[in-house]
């Protein structure tokens, strides 16, 4: 799994991402564990007093939790907290002792004393009355009225102050709850619809009754039942926005109060449950299911990922993560072959990513036909100017696709390095190169009668869209960039995501991620250094500058304006 990204902020555009960038040319494939719980392996976890353990369920079945209060270790069986007493911090086998002098039930455990030999730790009244002590598999509740014991069939995964309406499949009559949040109806409950390439955590059966059947991503984007769909990007972020005002802690309102595992430490994820007390708020109900990556299975009760129906590549997508320990959602690059779990959004799905233009239906559009090639580009024209509404596609001999992909240079067009955008070599223009530039328009690589638009070109067009705090959501498309990212486009400028490209002129590298930025040359240089115009998926502002960086370093998008 690739590591999570930030949504970025240009400020400016190469002082964000430089570093970011060389960094992750050479690591590309970096993964992370899915979570450091591996499959049938107890967790544990220390908590103040004993009010504050967990829910005692067969999810947590095995798991150890130290009690500062009492200085006293308890282990999850059978659905009750029982103490266990102990002469060392190291463990062996185990017993049960009912105490009827104190109403505790004690785990006694065998360990090696200084000299080696065995002694069993018991208490008096258990020494007094051996014919009562119990085998390791039996348990005894604690009764005490300040250690009370903990039953998960007294908690549901759903929030009972909301209303919740039901859906039945007709595919198997399998009945999932839902929920209204906002305008979009959810399923609340994860799909366990059988198809092929989907199984069970840790191929057990039980495990899909839990926690839904987990899916790689081909089979989840057919899985849901008729009239539902697998939710997108867009859908995702408008769950996010809608279900609490503050986005860094969506995953509290979207996580049940039930089964997940939490990390007890001040400022925790459990802190703020317990303070805030709107855990599931949205009645989403999301439970940790855990998932399959590289085939291994892993995460049950501290993780689950849902997958989206926007693709990155051929090979590999996003995930929305929640994690036991985050109080905010976090969006993971994957392989497709993973198996997560899947939540269906009411309504169908759209047949394809084309029906979602980039244009403003409010704008009337020009068109351009470039005569080298025989490419069409729509036109707009934006105060006095005239610009192209799309990006160059324009194939030059150092011009790449965004990851050397065809269907990016469809969807972006190309990238070209800015010798190469103002019709030089990189001998002449390149890296360390001063330039030597005519003065007037430079048509470098645009068609006939168009130029790549100088500082001051791009200036006068920032104050054409207002001039102020919204000139970057005045320009980006209402479409195609990552959650929250789009803009108004009342400009009709419809500017997308063209990513970047940086390193070597032959052989470029690229982030790792799409629909996060753009960037657009400038025919302007300065000391080496170039004015671009970037916009961000986060911020509403354009900002044109040199960044003080090492600019012809990098690639980016082409957009001609007009003679």
């Known amino acids: 799994m690739a590591k999570e990204f930030p949504s970025k902020i240009l400020m400016p555009f190469l002082a964000t991402i430089a570093l970011v960038a060389f960094s992750a040319c050479g690591d590309k494939n970096a993964t992370d564990p899915l979570t450091e719980n591996i499959f049938g392996s107890p967790l544990s976890l220390e908590v103040k007093t004993f009010g504050e353990l967990p829910d005692c369920n067969d999810i947590r079945e095995g798991m150890e939790a130290y009690v500062v209060e009492n200085s006293a270790t308890y282990v999850c069986l059978d659905e009750k907290w029982v103490k266990e007493k102990s002469s060392s911090s190291s463990r062996s086998s185990s017993s049960v002792t009912p105490q009827s002098s104190d109403g505790e039930t004690s785990v006694s455990s065998s360990s090696k004393g200084d000299g080696g030999s065995e002694a069993a730790m018991t208490s008096s009244s258990a020494k007094s009355s051996s014919s009562s002590a119990k085998s390791s598999s039996s348990v005894t509740p604690v009764s005490s009225s300040s250690e009370t014991s903990e039953s998960s069939s007294s908690v549901s995964i759903f929030n009972p102050k909301i209303s919740y309406g039901e859906l039945t499949d007709s595919r198997d009559g399998q009945t999932y709850r839902t929920v209204k949040i906002g305008n979009q109806v959810w399923m609340a409950e994860n799909l366990n619809y059988e198809s092929a ?68 430490v001040v400022g925790s994820y459990f802190d703020y449950v317990q303070t805030y007390d709107d855990t599931n708020i949205s009645g989403f109900s999301a439970l940790p299911a855990g998932g399959m990556d590289n085939g291994k299975y892993g995460g049950v009760g501290v993780v689950v990922n849902f997958w989206n129906a926007s693709e990155f590549n051929d090979d590999e997508t996003y995930v929305m993560r929640l994690y036991y320990s985050e109080t905010y959602e976090s969006w993971w690059r994957v392989s497709k072959q993973n198996a997560y779990s899947v939540r269906c959004l009411q309504g169908e799905k759209q047949s394809s990513l084309s029906s979602e233009s980039p244009f403003n239906p409010n704008v009337e559009y020009g068109e351009l036909t470039d005569s080298r090639d025989g490419r069409t580009y729509k036109t707009v024209k934006i105060g006095d100017q005239v610009w192209m509404a799309e990006n160059l596609n324009f194939e030059t001999a150092s011009s790449h696709c965004f990851i050397d992909s065809t269907k990016f240079c469809e969807k972006y067009g190309r990238l070209y390095w800015w010798a190469d955008a103002v019709g030089k070599t990189e001998e002449e223009c390149g890296y360390g190169k001063t330039c030597s530039l005519p003065s007037g328009n430079i048509q470098g690589v645009c068609p006939d009668g168009w130029h790549l638009p100088s ?99 990098f690639g980016f998008s082409v957009r001609c304006v007009k003679d």
Not at 461 to 482: D, E, H, P, R
Not at 513 to 518: F, G, L, N, R
């Open 197 to 264: 390439n989907s199984y069970c955590y840790g191929d057990s059966a039980s495990s899909c009754s839990k926690f839904g059947r987990l899916y790689t991503w081909y089979a989840a984007v057919d899985a849901c039942p008729s009239g539902w769909h697998l939710p997108r990007w867009a859908e995702w972020d408008t769950l996010l926005t809608t279900a609490v005002s503050n986005k860094a802690y969506a995953g509290v309102a979207l996580k049940s109060s039930a089964v997940w595992n939490p990390l007890l």
């Open 455 to 553: 500082k001051t070109e791009f200036e006068t067009l920032l104050t054409a869209v207002g001039g102020n705090s919204k000139t970057g959501s005045a320009l980006k498309s209402a479409f195609g960039w990552y959650l929250g990212g789009t803009g108004t486009n009342e400009s009709g400028f419809s500017a997308l995501p063209g990513e970047y490209m940086f390193g070597s002129w032959g052989d470029p590298c690229f982030d790792d991620h799409e629909a996060t930025v753009a960037g657009f040359w400038s025919s302007t240089e300065e000391n080496q250094e170039v004015y671009n115009m970037s916009v961000g998926n986060n911020n509403d502002i354009a900002y044109l500058s040199t960044d003080d960086g090492d600019t012809k370093a």
